[in-house]
């Protein structure tokens, strides 16, 4: 994962991100195919949001997390899943172990080319790859407002945040295709501040300047609210690809 390490500080936040990051939208299943019976990886799978809609629908869930407290929450929420300790450039299975695999909102987070060859590696042919990023619709001019807040340009350790996975022609993932899926995210005002507090450049910040942002936050979501409510745009992005056959 990253060199620095902030990609594993999520962990200090670990309930509050299960509580209020955003879950797989309706229409997710659709975009996914027919997991049922599949023999699924979820890499980074954090506190398991995406890992309870593939159990609910009928995928055997094994998951890779490598933050512990991150791992706990997933643990308690999904007693019966598989949870292992592990990193994406170094995932502890034999190959052709999965028949697909399923990364969200991590990807920018993994050391390339290593993590696409170990998924691959694990991965049986002709399996699918999920990478997928679930969040604001950054095409919005209010929204991209708010997200301002959130993401300084002065922020030296942040990540890009893409929304497809690059992957190169030559290599052991192909046909590769992104999606897209807009929705509407209907949330309270504290509930939308405790949200932005899960991001790695809310994390990082001071708790002086956590506070300045989350002030002037909510200064700003009041002037969209309706009753203490806000329909947040929201928009499910990633690409699709399956394993080259060997």
Request: overall charge negative; proline content about 6%.
């Amino acid at each position: 994962m990253d060199g620095d390490g902030r990609g594993l500080r999520f962990g200090t936040v670990a309930e509050q991100y299960d509580a209020f990051r955003p879950p797989p939208p309706p229409g997710s299943a659709e975009l996914l195919g027919d997991v049922a019976g599949l023999q699924v990886l979820e890499v980074a799978a954090g506190t398991g949001l995406w890992t309870r809609f593939l159990l609910a629908h009928g995928a055997r869930v094994t998951v890779v997390e490598p933050d512990d407290a991150m791992r706990a929450v997933l643990e308690r929420r999904s007693p019966d899943v598989a949870a292992l300790s592990g990193h994406a450039e170094h995932l502890p299975f034999d190959d052709q172990r999965f028949d697909a695999v399923l990364v969200s909102s991590a990807w920018h987070w993994f050391e390339q080319p290593a993590a696409t060859i170990e998924i691959a590696r694990v991965r049986r042919d002709g399996g699918p790859l999920y990478v997928m990023w679930n969040g604001f619709s950054r095409d919005v001019a209010w929204v991209e407002a708010l997200t301002s807040l959130r993401d300084r340009s002065d922020d030296e350790g942040a990540r890009p945040r893409g929304w497809s996975a690059e992957l190169p022609a030559d290599g052991p993932i192909v046909d590769a295709y992104d999606v897209t899926l807009d929705w509407t995210w209907r949330r309270s005002v504290e509930q939308i501040v405790s949200l932005f507090g899960t991001y790695s450049a809310a994390i990082v910040r001071a708790d002086g300047e956590r506070h300045q942002m989350e002030v002037e936050l909510r200064r700003r979501l009041e002037g969209h609210a309706a009753l203490g409510f806000v329909d947040l745009p929201m928009t499910l992005r990633g690409t699709i690809a399956r394993r080259r056959v060997r």
